[in-house]
Each structure stands twice: as C-alpha cells, then as structure tokens.
DNA sequence: CATGAATGAGTGTTCATTCAT
DNA sequence: CATGAATGAACACTCATTCAT
C-alpha cells in the first residue's frame, strides 16, 4: 500500500491517514504529516490548499462504500428460506472498502466534518439497504409486516456500525452471527 | 441551571460544557471558557491545574451513571411475560443522568480521553446488565438460552447507544419500542 | 518620548511607529515589531489582537487633528488686511499634531487602511476649513467672490498636503511664505 | 488593450497591472499574477527573473512622461496674454501616458520602491517646467517677478500632482480651472 | 484567593524562487 | 522555451501555562 517510490503526494496521504487515525485529525499537525511523509512543510500545501483538504481527499479516495444497483438481489447473495445466514454474509462482507486506519477516521471525525459524516452517512444506508433487501429475499413469506422487516433491518445496521465504531472503546463485543440468528426468529413464522 | 450567583468554578464549568459540546474540547481555548464564564483567565488555572482537569471534573460531576444494585430486580421494573414492554421502559429511561451538552461530550471525547471512555464504558455496561435482567425476569422460561439472551440484551444496548451517538449524524432513526418487540418476539415461545 | 522604562505595550508602539514609517505597514512584520520593542512576539498579540490595532492604536492615540470650534476666529490668528500673513502662520502651525514618523505612516498607509485614510480627510478638511475662514477675516472686502476664495484656500490646502507627502519624494521643495503672498495677491483688489 | 492572441510576456505585465492598481504591489503574489495572466508559474520568472522586475517593466514601458525639449515653446501651446487659459490647458494635458491603473500605482508604490520614485519625481519636474514655462511665454511682462513666477508653477503643480494622488483620497476635489485664473490673477498687474 | 501581563513553542498558511524535465 | 513540483524561511496568529502582585 505504501510504495518505497510512492510520490510525494500519495506519502502525503499515507501520513496523513496513519497519523488522524492514531491521534485524530485536530491533533496532527500539518508539520507531522510533512515530517512523517519526509516531504517540506510547503508541499503539503502545494497539494492540499487547506489541512482540511488532506482529510476531505483522504475520504473521497480512500473510502468506498459500495452501492448495490437498483433491484439486484444477486449481490447480497440472499438465500430464500435462510435470512441468518444471509444476514451472517452481510456482517462479514460490510460493503466499506477502507483500511482499518480509514475506518477509525470515518467515525471519529464523522460528526466534526461534513464531507466525512456524508460518506459515513452512506454507508449507514446502504447497510440498511442491504439487510432489508436480504430479510425480504431469505423471508418471501412475510409480506404483512414492511414495518417490522425494517426494524429488524435498522438494528441489524445499529449492531455493525455500532461494532465497527464503539464496541472496542467500551469493551463491549457482539457476535454478529448471534445477532442474524436472532433476527431471523423475530421474523419466523 | 446557571444561578445568578453561581460561583466561579460553577461558572467555569458551564461555560467549558456549553463550549466542549458546540465545538469541541480541542477547539475550545481556556482563554475562551474563561470569557464565557466571565472570570479572568488566570481563575481558570486556579480551579483546574491543568485544561483537561476541566473536562475531567465536568464527566465527573455532571455525569452519573444509575448503576443497579446486584440482585435488585425491582429497579428494572421488570414485568414477567412482557419482555417487550420490559425493555421499552428501559429504553425510555437510560440510565445516564447528564444534559444533552453533556452527552455529546461523552461521545465526542471519547475516544481520545481516557476518562470520558470509561464513563461511556459503565453506561455500556449498566445498559447490558439491565437489558439482560429485564430479559431474564420478564422471560422466566427461556433458562436454556442464556447465549440467545446475551446476544438480544447486546443487541439492544447496541440500538440505544447508536441512537444516542450516530443516529442523528446518519439520519438514521429507529423506534426502541419496535425493536423491543423484536426482541420479545424472538425470544417467545 | 520613549521612557527607558516604558511598559510594554508603549514600546510596541514606539517599535511599530519606527519600523512603519522606515519601510511601511506590509513590510514590517509582527515578530520585528517585537523585537525591536524588546517583548515577546506573543504579547504584541495580547495587546493588539490583530496586526492592523497597532496601526489603528497609532493613528488613534498618536495623531491628533487640531479641530476649529465653530466661528472662532482667534485661533486661526487672522488679521484683518493680512491675507499672506495669516496663511503663513497657518503653513506654519499645520493642525497637525503628530511626530515625523507618524506624518509619514498617515500619508502612506492612507490608501490602503481606512481608519488611516479618515485621519487624513479630517486634516485636509480642517486645513480647507482654517484657510478659508482665515481668507475671509483676512480679506473682509471680497464678498462676491466666494468661489474664487474657495478655491484659493483648496489651492493653499493642496499645497501644505503636497508639501507633507511627496514633496520630499518628488524633490519639490516650496515655499509656503510665496504661495501665501502669491494668494494674496491674487485675491486682492 | 489585451488582444486575444497577446503573448505570454504581455499577458504577465496586464495582470501585474491589474492586481498591482487594484491591491498594491506587495499584496500581489506572483503565483497570483501567473493565475490572472493564465500562464505557468514558472514564467512568470522566465520573464522576469525577480517579482520587482515586474514592477520595473511596467514603470518603464507603461508609463511616460513627455518631456519637453529644450526652448519649444510650442508644446506648451502657449498664448501670449492668456495665462490662465495656458495653464487650464496643461492641466487638461498633463504629460503623463499611463492608464489609470498605471496612475495608481505610480503614486502608491512612490515610497517604496526607487524606479517609481524616480519616474514620479520626472512627471513632477516636467510639469513645474511646463508650468513656469507657459506662464513665462502667457505672461512676457513680468520679467522681474522670476521668485513668483516659480512659485505660480510650483502651486499649480501642487494641484495638479495633488488631485492625481490624493484628492480622490480625501475627498477634497479643486478645479484647475479655478485656480489657473488664481493664478493668473496673482501675476496679473 | 484573584488577576492579567508575560512567555515561547507551535499552528496553518503564504510566498518568492529554483530547477529538473 | 515551458512547466509545475519542490523548497524552506517567514508570516500572522493561538494557546496552555506561569507567576508576581
């Protein structure tokens, strides 16, 4: 991920996303990144025109939540009579491609910056998305209750992110196939 | 809350709580909270030796986590055979006595102050250990699911710690009675 | 005017008034105003929060436009029949109170800043104002000609400006005394 | 005045001119005049190998004073008997060809840069010359008078280099008109 | 106990200038 | 000729903290 001939401006980034993630963004000092990256001060700002833009460009090139086309069922790979399992693949593959550096930025500096709490914002839907779609798809037979699939979609969606942003501040851990098996029974016949 | 004749140190900790939880505790400058509070700066130091013995004294004294005595079931108000309504009460009163300022600091800070997340830890726990009891109580039967019981207890304190933390970022809004019938239901029969 | 034991924020002024009116306000940056003052850099900052309140403070409480009270005729020291003398004294007691170096920073800053550029006006118009009045005492016969005094005293008023600012830089040199007698002259029967 | 296929060089001096009128010299970044003039950073320096060598070239090649060649009499069109008339004329026609932001530059970067001094202070001797010289030829009878006749042309340019520079300033605004009758009226018998 | 002047390291940012391509 | 990445000193300004009074 980090190439010993890597430009400058992509070393830029690699300390950048190393240092906001152990330290938080307020915290990293446009001179840390430089010196970290083993740039001069002034390049950064030959890249980035503002400190903010290394975070903004951070997220837009680093973070990628993927989006499900509309009306695909194939891509939660949803197996009809089996919503845990379904939703125990979801769990596993959350659809965020970021490193685990990226993942700890996306939720700490989600409610300081806009352009961050958007991209977390998708992901947030798209989760949602993806478990209502798969709880549809496992469970054809619970036409009657829209209201109660999307609870079940929305708690599912709380634990994974929940997961991915508090458990291990507050030392709490879920198993999330615990959870999809839970879910399932909720909406059992 | 702000006495006309609050003394100092009071003054100086409502001006930190309304700062800390508007901008932030990195971005709220002692000289600043001093301002707000209208006392010099130097009466700041006087007070709290060091800045973050402010935020310290503000989880301290303005924070308090309800925790159950062990063995008390009656503090849960647990009702047997309603595991839902159990829970619904819970989640109306989360046992977290602190000012909506106060709670967005809790969440903010705390992944970068030590103090802060380990008050956010006990709120956890005490969540989890009621969820669970209100569930054991309210569900006398299910003895041979303790797993199950977990997992549902977790899920639930995961649902009111990301409503309290992220649901307003997402824009994601869930109904903590709905999941509470989730829950039941997949705890019934 | 500079105390060996002057308090600070009086020798940040004296530094500034030094160093602006030897190579200008752009010129003449924080940390040398503090250095020539002999303080820290910072407490320039905590006497004057922006760069600009020195220039300000300077203007405000270094120059001092001498103002007319209205129909006082004693304080231009006209005599009736003098025109030339009258202007001459006038030349000779610009309303100006201001060092050498204060007379430069109003006249070359003034485009640039506006509180500057305020002073300047109230010393052009009160320079107008004394000519004028001193004109009409001095020359009671020439009442139809208000146009034509009017302009001699803005041609009086131009040169003791000219004089003041680019005089100096043009290598012009003029002879207030001739151009008092020259308006004389030109005014008289 | 920019045709659309100028070349580099002159796209480099029309955006100095711009920014340098508009901000003053030292307000204006080279990057900045590079990105007004839609060419390289970097050519800027091709051209011109320091930043003040753009203030240099435009001086010299933007500016002009037309200076009057030694005895002609005619340039100043001047009347014999007509003084007043003679000067109104040399006001209209000040021997400076600059644009107006040329103009400005001329008298704001004055103090602080020599090239422009020197170029200022040759308009100021050329229009006391074009002064002395017009009332000499309009005025032939007052050949003992020399004193008051430098101290006629100096006056008026006073006026004249005063309503360039700071008039507009001050808010002060003379008519030439005016004052060329002062004038003459003060050489007058 | 109260005060605000004093301190100096540090922050984000700007900029003229250089130079390899 | 043309280019834009690279450089590092300088800039205005912030700040937690100290301390004499």
Known sequence: ?????????????????????DRGYEASSTAR????????????FHYFPQK????VALVDERTFVEELPDGSGAAVEAVPGDPAGTL?????????????????ILFREADTHKSVRERLGRLNSEVFLRARRALELAHPGARGDQARLEAAAATFTAVLIYQENLAGLTGQHIDPD???ELIARALGT
């Open 52 to 55: 903010i833009d290394v975070l």
């Open 88 to 104: 125990s693949r979801l769990a596993r593959r959350l659809p965020l491609h970021a490193s685990p550096a990226m993942r700890r």
């Open 33 to 44: 990144i430089a010196g970290h990256a083993n740039v001069p001060k002034g390049l950064v």
């Open 1 to 21: 991920m980090n190439q010993p001939t890597a430009d400058s401006r992509t070393r830029i980034l690699d300390a950048a996303e190393a240092l906001f993630a």
């Open 178 to 180: 615990a959870v999809a």
